[in-house]
């Protein structure tokens, strides 16, 4: 299929010029409605799998007039939920959307009715969704990862700032209340000084590590071709497993539909499933910063897939706190849950039973969540987070960060911005260096050594090797938009 005709020249002058005339009020297509009954005409790319509850965050409230996925079986169950969905809400009957296997004949035929469109595809397909729609002037909310390689990181948040578009990426944990209580309390001296962050994920749940690939027929119901989109053509294959890694972790018996993950074409393993949740808090309340180097240790890595257990040392510049370092676990090592060592502080069983989790260990006190989004971080010693609350009730410890509108809905939040104005929680200025923060690690799992990073010049500066994993190696022509 050839590309589409629009010309970045083209795109640029038009998108320039309609930022400019536009913006200034709330929305850019607001097609002569009132904001206050306005319901935004959406498309959602990977409709199933996670792309049905980010439809379903927002299909109440707007129209979705586009469903896209490779996979022609899962496209139909996304429309049926849809619908199903509608009547148990007793919303009326949805519209009936326009249903595609490819986005790039989505955007040919019906670009002019489309005001925003939510990315929810394999790591791999965020970043040429998303540029495409932001070359069509849409706005956009995409998954996390944003994309899979820095260098797409990068490209995505200039292209989206030139267009002036509305982003988000969905990472919900950024709309939630706990996020900015754990902000609010460090910043305001309710454990001391900061010294050091514990991070760690269960994941992968998944296949990884060194896998060999068993060729096989593709399931007639999945565009195999689609599916690779970029990356290089080759046969339809499922995983070589041993019988007890098969049983363990076996959701899909090839990448399609979840077990792509652990592949570096494809996904971004362990840290690109979860680090954009998990690193969230830490990356707001330390400013935002980007670490000037990282040490690694971690189970095999191929040129393939990422491996079974890493740990992670980021190493922070001073900002608002003093410079520290961050650390993160992932997977098992030996049979055994590749965790951090617990802080005194918190109860044996308590950590135990964090499958993911976070400490922010301070001077006097340490705050805990055991799930990955920051959602209900309690303070040890108890009798401090006691005091915290009680200081909260009378004012001494204050409020001081922004609140979602929407918590807990990210693509709601979004699409709230796109009528009313303001700006999503995790809009790309705040989204775009959190990817690359967590897609470091994963520079220096690839290198299998320190690396040290010149956010400026986008590189490693202490051994060259690990820049190659900087970009994508190559596309696919007709992809790229």
């Not at 919900?172 to 706990?178: A, L, N, Y």
């Not at 001391?192 to 514990?198: A, D, H, V």
């Amino acid at each position: 299929m050839k590309a589409s005709p629009l010309s970045r020249r083209h795109f640029l002058t038009t998108a320039t010029g309609l930022a400019a005339s536009t913006f200034a009020g709330p929305n850019l297509l607001l097609r002569g409605q009132d904001t206050a009954g306005k319901r935004l005409n959406l498309a959602v790319i990977g409709a199933n799998g996670k792309g049905q509850s980010d439809t379903q965050a927002v299909t109440l409230a707007h129209n979705i007039v586009a469903l896209v996925d490779v996979d022609q079986n899962r496209l139909d169950e996304a429309a049926k939920r849809r619908e199903k969905i509608h009547a148990e809400s007793n919303a009326p009957a949805p519209n009936v959307p326009k249903m595609y296997q490819d986005f790039r004949k989505m955007f040919d035929e019906m670009a002019k009715d489309i005001d925003g469109v939510i990315v929810s595809t394999p790591d791999h397909t965020h970043y040429l969704a998303a540029m495409w729609a932001i070359k069509h002037g849409k706005h956009v909310c995409v998954q996390k990862p944003l994309c899979n390689y820095i260098g797409e990181v990068r490209d995505l948040h200039r292209a989206a700032k030139e267009a002036g578009i509305t982003t988000q990426m969905g990472n919900q944990g950024r709309t939630m209340e706990g996020q900015r209580l754990a902000k609010e309390w460090i910043e305001q001296g309710a454990i001391g000084t900061l010294k050091e962050i514990r991070l760690w994920t269960n994941r992968p749940v998944w296949p990884q590590g060194p896998i060999k690939k068993k060729l096989v027929e593709c399931p007639p119901n999945l565009n195999w071709d689609l599916w690779l989109s970029c990356e290089p053509s080759e046969p339809y294959f499922e995983f070589d497993l041993d019988p007890e890694a098969a049983k363990k972790k076996q959701r899909s018996p090839g990448p399609h539909n979840f077990n792509w993950r652990g592949w570096w074409q494809f996904g971004s393993g362990a840290l690109g499933d979860m680090g954009c949740h998990i690193m969230d808090s830490t990356f707001s309340i330390l400013g935002q910063l980007i670490p000037e180097k990282i040490d690694v240790e971690s189970g095999t890595i191929t040129d393939l897939n990422a491996p079974l257990w890493s740990k992670l040392v980021y190493h922070m510049p001073a900002g608002k706190h003093p410079a520290i370092q961050v650390s993160w676990h992932d997977g098992e090592k030996d049979g055994v849950p590749n965790k951090p060592e617990r802080h005194p502080d918190i109860p044996e069983e308590t950590f135990k039973k964090a499958s993911s989790g976070m400490m922010f260990i301070g001077t006097d006190g340490v705050i805990f969540e055991g799930d990955a989004y920051c959602k209900s971080p309690v303070i040890y010693p108890l009798d401090k987070y006691q005091q915290v609350r009680l200081d909260m009730k009378d004012g001494k410890i204050k409020k001081t960060e922004t609140r979602s509108v929407m918590p807990d809905n990210p693509q709601g939040e979004w699409a709230h911005h796109i009528v009313n104005g303001g700006l999503p929680s995790s809009n790309f200025d705040y989204s775009c260096p959190l990817t690359e923060f967590v897609l470091l690690g994963n520079l220096a799992i690839r290198a299998q050594q320190t690396v040290q990073w010149d956010t400026k010049a986008m590189k490693v500066t202490n051994t060259e090797a690990p820049n190659k994993f900087i970009t994508r190696p190559s596309y696919r022509n007709g992809w790229k938009a």
